[in-house]
């Protein structure tokens, strides 16, 4: 069994940083990528940013300057760095790891003021 645990998540004024950490335990093996994902309420799950376990990183255009993911593979673990954070970024983001099977954490509520 395969668990994701985020953290960081929290309530900031625009401009501040966050940092965003999602542990993950158990049996993993062929890990393919990690990532993070976001919801806003009345919107889609959208992806945020990826990194794969070679350590090629992807970055939607929204937050693209922003926003930096990294890993730990000792640790199997993803970060990601939030920088001058904006209203618009307010949402539950959801870690995700995908190998053969597609996991997903329970999410974590950033929120934005203006």
């Known amino acids: 069994q395969v668990q994701l645990v985020e953290s960081g998540g929290g309530l900031v004024q625009a401009g501040a940083s966050l940092r965003l950490s999602c542990a993950a335990s158990?049996?993993?093996?062929?890990?393919?990528?990690m990532g993070w994902y976001r919801q806003a309420p009345g919107n889609q799950r959208e992806p945020v940013a990826t990194?794969?376990?070679?350590?090629?990183?992807k970055v939607a255009d929204a937050v693209k300057g922003r926003f930096t993911i990294s890993k730990d593979s000792n640790k199997n673990t993803v970060y990601l760095q939030m920088n001058s954070l904006k209203p618009d970024d307010t949402a539950v983001y959801y870690c995700?790891?995908?190998?053969?099977?597609?996991?997903w954490g329970q999410g974590t509520q950033v929120t934005v003021s203006s």
């Open positions: 995700r790891l995908v190998t053969t099977v597609d996991y």
């Open positions: 158990g049996s993993i093996s062929g890990i393919n990528f």
């Open positions: 990194i794969t376990s070679s350590g090629t990183t």
